[in-house]
């Protein structure tokens, strides 16, 4: 049974759990969490570049500057203000349950659902984590941000695996909670 445990950890989840512990985002899930406006604000600005497209023919060295300046400028602050929020945001972490019923790994639209030891739901709507099955009425440890009364899942294991030790909050986790969320 523990070579089964083992194994429902990938290594990726492993390397984010580490950083993790330390209270800290791997760079892949600050990257996610930072560009994560980019997608919505490039599909945004599509029709505008189909419509504007054959009268932006006609501008000259000088507007193809001004146009590009401008545009970089729109996508880079909101990037800029994103990359310093959560480079800075409180990391919490908590061990919580399975329900009776977890979503299967194959729905994964759907948001993951875990449970404090008191039965209080805690709804993910967004994962920076690998998708894993869950086993029901199963304990996990969880690390996740809360970033606009949302919850975003960064990453989770079995707290019965045994390197679960390992990837307990370490000192600078601590340090690190306590001093972003002084604030």
Same mark, same amino acid.
């Given at each position: 049974?523990?070579?089964?445990?083992? !194994?429902?950890?990938?290594?990726?989840?492993? *390397?984010?759990?580490?950083?993790?512990?330390?209270?800290?985002?791997?760079? !892949?899930?600050?990257? !996610?969490?930072?560009?994560?406006?980019?997608?919505?604000?490039?599909?945004?600005?599509?029709?505008?570049?189909? #419509?504007?497209?054959?009268?932006?023919?006609?501008?000259?060295? +000088?507007?193809? &500057?001004?146009? =590009?300046?401008?545009?970089?400028? =729109?996508?880079?602050? %909101?990037? &800029? $203000?994103?990359?310093?929020?959560?480079?800075?945001?409180?990391?919490?972490?908590?061990?919580?349950?399975?329900? /009776?019923?977890?979503? %299967? *790994?194959?729905?994964?639209?759907? @948001?993951? #659902? =875990?449970?404090? /030891?008191?039965?209080?739901?805690?709804?993910?709507?967004?994962?920076? *984590?690998?998708?894993?099955?869950?086993? %029901?009425?199963?304990?996990?440890?969880?690390?996740?941000?809360? /970033?606009?009364?949302?919850?975003?899942?960064?990453?989770?294991?079995? *707290?019965?695996?045994? /390197?679960?030790? +390992?990837?307990? %909050?370490? @000192?600078? $986790?601590?340090?690190? $909670?306590?001093?972003?969320? !002084?604030?």
């Amino acid at each position: 049974m523990s070579g089964l445990v083992r !194994d429902e950890v990938s290594s990726e989840m492993r *390397a984010r759990l580490i950083s993790n512990r330390n209270g800290k985002l791997t760079v !892949d899930q600050w990257k !996610d969490m930072v560009t994560e406006p980019l997608t919505i604000l490039l599909l945004l600005l599509a029709p505008l570049v189909i #419509v504007m497209g054959p009268r932006l023919a006609a501008f000259s060295i +000088r507007g193809w &500057i001004i146009v =590009l300046l401008v545009g970089t400028t =729109l996508l880079s602050v %909101p990037l &800029i $203000f994103r990359a310093w929020r959560y480079a800075r945001a409180a990391i919490h972490f908590e061990k919580l349950y399975a329900g /009776d019923h977890p979503s %299967p *790994a194959v729905l994964f639209w759907r @948001p993951c #659902v =875990l449970y404090t /030891d008191k039965g209080t739901e805690v709804r993910f709507t967004k994962r920076l *984590a690998p998708v894993v099955a869950l086993r %029901p009425n199963h304990a996990y440890i969880v690390y996740y941000l809360r /970033d606009s009364g949302q919850h975003v899942l960064l990453s989770l294991a079995p *707290a019965e695996h045994p /390197d679960a030790e +390992r990837w307990q %909050p370490s @000192p600078a $986790f601590h340090e690190r $909670f306590a001093r972003r969320t !002084d604030r």
